[in-house]
């Protein structure tokens, strides 16, 4: 226990709470004194089956806006993606899980595999350090999450820093693991990239040669999502806490996705055309 006031709020970082102060107490006193930083739950409940599996709680509320926007603004409903940070990468790998067929591709930002923890004591585990599971096992856990006979899955960014002290950047390798074994494509990358803020980019083709799965590993980065701030085509954003100077992260996804161009037609994994 510490003094009240000796960790900033920021350092602590829970699945589904964000603990603002801990305070030294009598040791019959096991209370903890905290202010929450958002209403009740904090973060999302990835780490719950009953809230992050296909139809139920969270997981469905979250396809309950996507169809919502859909319905409201008549998007294509082959161009839906998902991306997500820290819990919200969690539960981005969720959704890709539960629902293949209605995300095109997501973006799991210093995340963890989907459906890595079923309880908060295990979300612990799952975030601090690997669980050993063979790629097949991962695989499987995303078989198992979507709807019999599903063929067709979503293309996933992973990025993660390699100086992550809050989700250990063992998570990025395990979700490459789970999705390149759905894709049922190689382990080894397909090509590598050097990008900026000493990243390295390896990207994995389907078997139509296009990318399927690209992993992020940036070099001391820590935990939050990748800004370079900039006018340059492939800058953006602006530091902060959990917004970290590195490589345009936005930029990057959006070329994955084929969202980079004018058009919104740019070849998957390649820079589109202005």
């Not at 859909?70 to 959704?95: F, H, K």
């Not at 989700?167 to 979700?175: C, L």
């Not at 990207?203 to 992993?215: C, F, L, N």
């Not at 935990?223 to 806490?241: F, I, K, M, R």
């Amino acid at each position: 226990m510490v003094e009240s006031g000796a960790i900033p709020p920021g350092s602590v970082h829970l699945p589904g709470i964000h603990v603002d102060r801990i305070v030294a107490v009598d040791p019959h006193d096991r209370r903890i004194e905290r202010r929450t930083v958002r209403p009740s739950p904090k973060c999302f409940n990835w780490y719950d089956p009953a809230k992050s599996s296909r139809g139920r709680g969270e997981a469905l509320s979250i396809k309950q806006m996507v169809d919502k926007a859909v319905a409201q603004y008549g998007s294509d409903t082959r161009r839906v993606y998902i991306t997500g940070l820290s819990a919200g990468g969690a539960m981005t790998a969720d959704m890709l899980a539960d629902y293949p067929d209605a995300f095109a591709a997501g973006s799991i930002d210093s995340g963890v595999p989907a459906f890595c923890a079923n309880s908060r004591y295990s979300a612990l585990t799952c975030r601090n350090s690997p669980t050993g599971k063979t790629p097949a096992q991962w695989g499987d856990l995303v078989r198992a999450a979507a709807p019999t006979g599903t063929t067709s899955w979503p293309r996933v960014a992973i990025r993660h820093g390699t100086s992550d002290t809050t989700v250990n950047p063992a998570n990025a390798t395990e979700s490459h693991d789970q999705w390149t074994n759905v894709w049922g494509i190689g382990q080894r990358p397909s090509r590598t990239q050097n990008l900026p803020g000493g990243t390295t980019l390896s990207i994995y083709y389907d078997t139509t040669g296009k990318p399927a799965v690209e992993v992020y590993s940036i070099s001391g980065m820590g935990h939050g999502l990748a800004v370079n701030p900039g006018s340059g085509t492939d800058q953006c954003g602006t530091t902060g806490t959990y917004y970290l100077n590195s490589l345009c992260s936005s930029y990057y996804t959006a070329t994955f996705w084929g969202l980079a161009g004018s058009s919104g037609t740019a070849e998957p994994g390649k820079p589109g055309t202005s």
